[in-house]
């Protein structure tokens, strides 16, 4: 790599630096002196104060250090602007293509090179350490503002860097040179990504952290990814150029902002319209320079519709939330400054508020007289674009209270080449009321908006930043930033990006300044706030909750008797879920649960929906014979007109456990809706909404082959031979199909139970009888003799513990509440039950 900085420009910049130092402290103090002579001379004139120097003396010394100013001012700027900023003969893309070809020194900055220059003066005295350890070193401690804001905003200790560093450099790193050049490729090409003329200290901080191990592998341990430093250089970059553009008052943008003399005269009229409406346009010249973050394509497309000359008009449909007016003032934007299509640019963007003009009207016929007159004003004016909000509320044949019904007028507009409308519904509003009226939807061509990226999100927050430290008072960390990303995308999946990114950055400021004393919002707030949202833990796993992931079995065993690879797999799914470890796009755990009746399946999910996501009331049971054709899928996912039964639920409930009794008697086609579900953790519903079900346990429990596993288990077979025996069985009769199966993350035989394991069960099912009495103050002895009693009468190999729970209720809890209605049964007494007639013994 040809690489020589003293054949530079910018070296020679370095070498005058000093002079102009000098130059630049002669230039503040000459104009001190110049105010002090204008003040001598003001004071002198109007006799303000006697001086010993006449006024023509005061006049030369005046005129003196002015014209001294304007000379040390001039050469500062010659210096600050043409010598530290060299013209570049050659482009940074040209380089790249052609690296060996072009001095690599030249394309550095001032601060970079400088920073270059004092790290190899480093080198050469120290006999140990590389250059690039000494140039990364240098570029620290240049007090440059990109690596200050840098280490700030990211949370990296600087110091902590530094002091690696030094440590590093009293190594003798092999092969230092080709690393060094790969890190000024890197950088080069970082600047170039985003259109930068010169490498900076920012691109080669950057460079460093993706091209040199050390830095890397320092970034891991401080938790910060590469990616992570190029966002936040990237950041500081476009704040700078913001505060460019504001400086430059002469600019296109900026002299805009003024507004015109001509600008009422050729808008036309339109005063009617302007009582019930909102001037997008004006209101965007107020902040022009507001970069609007994604949704490029839509923005197109509209462009594209409004140009041409059949069917202008749009529809704009997306759920709330996705951005839909921020790709209106992305339009409104491009026209007012004149870069959009020629049939668009200069045109005004009007927001029409019918229900303003509804609830003014004093009668229908007035409302009809005032639309009429709105959109006559839209056309004469020429150069209106009308857009209207929740359109769909408006064009509806039964329309709610405070609506109307304007479909019928609008439709004599819509045909006009000088009347267009871009109308803002979301997709339950266009699939149920303007779809089905296809002679005034025609007139529109339809705009679909999908969410922005989380990468786009994380821009938009960037850009939010500032206005939520000025309203609270308070720092924003990036961290915080990316755990919002993080957190929103995961935890609340059905509200689209950006809203729920910027409900979340603006819930956790107020958190900040109302319930804490800390200055800088960080990742732990995020993580509190929305656990306290979704009462699922996800703040640092604390010593306790690590002893409790790790003996999961035994609390698991505390309600669940036997069945020990069911309770090994719950577990190690609970325990995947917690760390975050899951390499999974679906649900947090699926698992198939086949067994006879009554060996504890439901209770198994039971017992994890009151483990995981805190009680059993979070879990949403179908059962699956109950959808037994084609027909029924409409009912899970929904249709236009009605929500799904199953959808409705995870969106009301997304943190539960979905458990899904006797699967292997729902449709094929059913069962093909969970096989996506399954694997991806989402499906669509009937509106064409993305439902998720990625914070779900799915859980299904099949009776299949049931005698086959009882038959196995008494024959003494392993329980592979049995698994393998039940497939076989179940492969063969259709019932499910093998790709099915293979998408849980286990598939779970449930023994038969014995009668000791129904004695422990029976146990289990009295100490919840006895804790309730115990709340009433009365204490109830379970005796062995009772229990096994009732598992004598309860006792059935083909049903299990289901006849259990009956008798225990016909048999006990009967007589208690008899004797505690009659009174028989106080406060301080004492109960158990004879076995031979189940009388009670009260004591």
Partial sequence: MNFNLKKTAIYQAIKWEKFFSVVRICKILAWFLCWVALAGFVFNYFHIIKSALNEKMLLFLLSMFFALALLFTNAHLFFEKKLKNPRLKFSLNQALNHPDEFNWAGFLDFASAKAYLKGLKKAKKSPQGSLKSFILLSILQSHSLDIYFVFQRGEIKLKEFIKA??????????NASNNLEKIIIQAAKNAQEHTREKITCGDLLVAFAFADNFTENFLIEKDTRKEDIQSLVQWYYKIKQKQKKLSEWWSYENL????????????????????????????????????VIGHQEEVKQIERVLEREEVKNVLLVGEPGTGRSSIVEALTQKAFLGKSLPAIN???????????????????????FLLEKCFSEAVKARNIILVINDFHNYVSPNPQPGMMNISGIMSRYLALNSFQVIAITTFEGFHNTIEPNSAFSNFFEKVQVQEISEQETLLLLEQYVPFFEHKYQKEISFRALKEILKLSSRYFAQTPFPQKAIRLLDEAMVYLRMYTKDKVLRDYHIQKIVTQKTKIPIEALGQQEKRLLLNLEELIHNRLINQEEAVYEMASALRRARAQVNIRTGPIGSFLFLGPTGVGKTEAAKTLSEIYFGSEQNMIRFDMSEFQ?????KRLIGTTKETGLL?????????????????????????????????EGWVTDGLGRKVDFKNTIIIATSNAAAEIIMEDIKLGRTL????????????????????????????????????????????????????????KGVKFEITSELKQKIVELSYSPSFGAREMRRVIQDKVEN??????LLGELKRGNMVCVNVEDFSLKIK
Wanted: glycine share 4%; aromatic share 8%; net charge negative.
């Fill in 647 to 679: 959808t409705n639920a995870v969106k009301e409930k997304p943190f539960c456990l979905l458990l899904l009794d006797e699967l292997e008697k729902a449709h094929f086609n059913i069962l093909n809706l969970f096989l996506q579900i399954l694997d």
């Fill in 256 to 291: 805009l902002t003024k507004g015109s003399l001509g600008k009422d005269f050729s808008a036309g009229y339109a005063i009617t319209l302007q009582r019930f409406s909102e001037d997008l346009t004006e209101k965007i010249s107020r902040n022009i320079l507001r970069e």
């Fill in 165 to 174: 560093i030094l440590q590093q450099t009293q190594i003798i790193e092999e």
């Fill in 720 to 775: 592979a031979q049995t698994k393998e025996h039940v497939f076989n069985f179940i492969f063969q009769q259709r019932l499910l199909k093998p790709e099915f199966i293979n998408r849980f993350d286990g598939v779970i035989l449930f023994k038969p139970l014995g009668k000791q394991e129904l004695l422990q069960i029976a146990g289990l099912m009295l100490s919840k009888l006895a804790k309730n009495l115990l709340d």
């Fill in 346 to 368: 200069y045109k005004r963007f009007i927001k029409f508020d019918v229900s303003a003009l509804v609830n003014q009207a004093q009668s229908a016929e007035e409302a009809e």
């Fill in 815 to 820: 007589s208690l509440a008899k004797a505690l």
């Fill in 629 to 633: 054709t084609t027909e029924d899928i």
